[in-house]
T-cell receptor
Framework: AQSVAQPEDQVNVAEGNPLTVKCTYS??????LFWYVQYPNRGLQFLLK??????LVKGSYGFEAEFNKSQTSFHLKKPSALVSDSALYFC??????????????FGAGTRLAVHP | DGGITQSPKYLFRKEGQNVTLSCEQN?????MYWYRQDPGQGLRLIYY???????QKGDIAEGYSVSREKKESFPLTVTSAQKNPTAFYLC??????????????FGEGSRLTVL
């Protein structure tokens, strides 16, 4: 079965320090991978995606993610965390059997808390 | 400004009542989706649609119904048959065919609470 795992329920980091939010996936074929961010009682905002090409993907708000095919991972990173980065982060993979749709399979989410 | 509008933002319902959540988009996207979000469970797909008058069941369609009478609109009805309807509901859309960039665009969500 296709799936996404976010092994950490919460990540705590001090402002100014680098942050990593982990994601691993299990999917047939070449994956389409996404990161989204959600603030309280809001919808999901798209951060970045990997479809093909360079393994290091840059996205919005200074975030980047590294695709690692051998480890089936797509970790989200930022060199210097801000308090305003505190939110819920979701990793997702496109269902390869979508039949032309963009059906995304989501991880359970990781809450990022950045402390001043 | 293009986007996806969901209404109402907050909704309270008594047990046994049906309720309809609205989703309208002016992005000219072909495909629309409904997801349910519960704490610690991520998002789960309820229904999706690619064209007018056609829609498909997702992973958790039981107790829900949808319609797609217009390209711009994809309302979701939570019926009394849904055993645990209290949740945050998210509508999304995406480009299909040429120009498909893969990602979904989300509305701001509707929080349904059953009293």
């Amino acid at each position: 079965a296709q799936s996404v795992a976010q092994p950490e329920d919460q990540v705590n980091v001090a402002e100014g320090n680098p942050l990593t939010v982990k994601c691993t996936y299990s999917v047939s074929g070449n994956p389409y991978l996404f990161w989204y961010v959600q603030y309280p009682n809001r919808g999901l905002q798209f951060l970045l995606k990997y479809i093909t090409g360079d393994n290091l993907v840059k996205g919005s708000y200074g975030f980047e993610a590294e695709f690692n095919k051998s480890q089936t991972s797509f970790h989200l990173k930022k060199p210097s965390a801000l308090v305003s980065d505190s939110a819920l982060y979701f990793c997702a993979v496109r269902d390869p059997f979508s039949g032309g749709y963009n059906k995304l399979i989501f991880g359970a989410g990781t809450r990022l808390a950045v402390h001043p | 400004d293009g986007g996806i509008t969901q209404s109402p933002k907050y909704l309270f319902r008594k047990e046994g009542q049906n309720v309809t959540l609205s989703c309208e988009q002016n992005l000219n996207h072909d495909a629309m989706y409904w997801y349910r979000q519960d704490p610690g469970q991520g998002l789960r797909l309820i229904y999706y649609s690619q064209i007018v008058n056609d829609f498909q069941k997702g992973d958790i369609a039981e107790g829900y119904s949808v319609s797609r009478e217009k390209k711009e609109s994809f309302p979701l009805t939570v019926t009394s048959a849904q055993k645990n309807p209290t949740a945050f509901y998210l509508c999304a859309s995406s480009i299909e065919g040429q120009g498909n960039t893969g990602e979904l665009f989300f509305g701001e969500g509707s929080r349904l609470t059953v009293l």
